[in-house]
């Protein structure tokens, strides 16, 4: 189980997590919703090292491992698809996902296992990653971490910006990766795909949890008063 302990998280002196904790167990899916600013992307940040935290404030399985590298985290099996995508410009497609799996452990998912299954990322697997659409870009990154074959997978914005059918194809990918066990930390701005995409999910505001419980059941009239804070 991954999970944070009254984690605070901050940005020089500006404090943007109080007290944070939460969990996310092997096989699930959580989703951390709240607005702007709210600190989902800071407690993704913390959880792989790109914020430093104290070593009890972020736990695998018990253990401390808050403050690591983001490298060491992903040897964990902890990797972050992150807000913007940050796919290398100068590399193919197909490079991209290379240099990731060379970077990762070994497990079941591979660039070929992703280019049978997905026959458009095999269409453009030799173009320059950024010359591709903002979805097809989202694939991509998508996959780069799955080719790190995580146990964890925290996926930050993943359908900003793109088009409903780009938003459904990096879904379906993030889908069969739920179907193979994998547990995923899901900040999405869209509430409603985020309750239907999760099994549970945390309200977020001004870095502290006001709402928390199962997606199937929650009170869409009380998760739309915590998230805009009234």
């Known amino acids: 189980m991954l999970r944070t302990d009254r984690l605070d998280a901050y940005y020089g002196l500006f404090q943007a997590l109080f007290g944070f904790t939460f969990e996310v167990r092997p096989g699930e899916t959580v989703a951390l919703i709240g607005s702007n600013g709210a600190g989902k992307s800071t407690l993704l940040r913390s959880i792989v090292g ?32 992150p807000e913007g995508r940050r796919l290398f410009p ?14 990762g452990r070994k497990g079941p998912w591979t660039v070929e296992r992703l280019m049978k299954e997905f ?29 790190c074959n995580p146990d964890y997978l925290l996926c930050d914005e993943i359908s900003l910006g793109l088009s409903p059918v780009a938003v459904n194809e990096v879904y379906e990918l993030l889908g069969r990766a739920r179907r193979d066990g994998l547990a995923v930390v899901l900040v999405e701005q869209n509430v409603k795909r985020a309750l239907s995409e999760s099994d549970r999910f945390y309200c977020i505001q001004k870095g502290r949890v006001v709402l928390q419980g199962s997606s199937e059941h929650a009170d869409h009239a009380q998760v739309a008063q915590a998230y805009f804070g009234i």
């Open 50 to 81: 790109s914020v430093r935290t104290r070593p009890d404030g972020v736990l695998l399985d018990g253990r401390p491992v808050g403050g690591e590298p983001e490298r060491k985290q992903l040897d964990r099996g902890i990797a972050l698809v």
């Open 119 to 147: 026959p458009v990322m095999e269409a453009f697997q030799h173009r320059p990653a950024t010359a591709l659409s903002g979805g097809q870009q989202q694939l991509v990154a998508l996959s780069r971490a799955l080719v």
């Open 90 to 103: 100068s590399l193919t497609v197909r490079e991209n996902l290379q240099l990731a799996m060379r970077n």
